[in-house]
């Protein structure tokens, strides 16, 4: 089936530095991948879609140049939280679409847990 | 907003019993899919059911879809300890998939 490897599955930075996510699809090309926030135990919300390609399209509120995200292949987004604050901690979680006829149908990493001190 | 609603937030019940959620939205759908997350993990795709469907069975899992009452529901029959988890339904309009915010289902041993 599919998978989806996200890296790091935690990291514990200082404030001001950067961090950088990887999410690789392992058996399948995506076009197409997503990245998650989730604080504890709320639902996830959607930060951005990332196109190979192409630039990546942020949700309304998420600062673009806070939260960089790279499609540079058909296997790989990365996410770089940059200049990183304590409120930026949280659960980050990546998703490829594998385009089930038409259904956007996600397959999930394991998610990075990012603790800003 | 196109978030989906979910009914309960928490739940808890013996195993063996079955459980049921519920999820309500307010917008026109192209399908409705149900997760599961294990605590501190990614999420795991269960069933997608499309909105001219009506009812979908997988396993012990049984989703039913009613548009005109923009509702559906998950039922995990039989259930075991190892459903203990966070259960998500995402609505899929035009493109996006929008997550709610999850029924906390707890199976006691």
């Known amino acids: 089936g599919a998978v989806v490897s996200q890296h790091p599955s935690w990291v514990i930075c200082k404030s001001g530095t950067s961090v950088k996510i990887e999410c690789r699809s392992l058996d399948f090309q995506a076009t197409t991948m997503f990245w998650y926030r989730q604080f504890p135990k709320q639902s996830l919300m959607l930060m951005a879609t990332?196109?190979?390609?192409?630039?990546?399209?942020?949700e309304q509120g998420v600062e673009k140049d806070k939260f960089l995200i790279n499609h540079a292949s058909l296997t790989l987004s990365t996410l770089t939280v940059t200049s990183a604050h304590p409120e930026d901690s949280s659960f980050y979680i990546c998703?490829?679409?594998?385009?089930?006829?038409?259904?956007?149908?996600?397959?999930f990493g394991a998610g990075s847990r990012l603790t800003v001190l | 907003s196109q978030q989906g609603e979910e009914d309960p937030q928490a739940l808890s019940i013996q195993e063996g019993e079955n459980a049921t959620m519920n999820c309500s939205y307010k917008t026109s759908i192209n399908n409705l899919q149900w997760y599961r997350q294990n605590s501190g993990r990614g999420l795991v795709h269960l069933i997608l059911?499309?909105?001219?469907?009506r009812e979908k069975h997988s396993g012990r899992l049984r989703v039913t879809l009613d548009t005109s009452k923009k509702s559906s529901s998950l039922l995990i029959t039989a259930s075991r300890a190892a459903d203990t988890a966070s259960y998500f339904c995402?609505?899929?309009?035009?493109?996006?998939?929008?997550f709610g915010q999850g029924t906390r289902l707890t199976i006691n041993p």
């Open positions: 998703s490829a679409s594998r385009g089930l006829s038409g259904a956007n149908v996600l397959t």
């Open positions: 995402a609505i899929q309009g035009a493109q996006k998939l929008v």
């Open positions: 990332s196109n190979e390609g192409s630039k990546a399209t942020y």
């Open positions: 059911i499309r909105s001219n469907e």
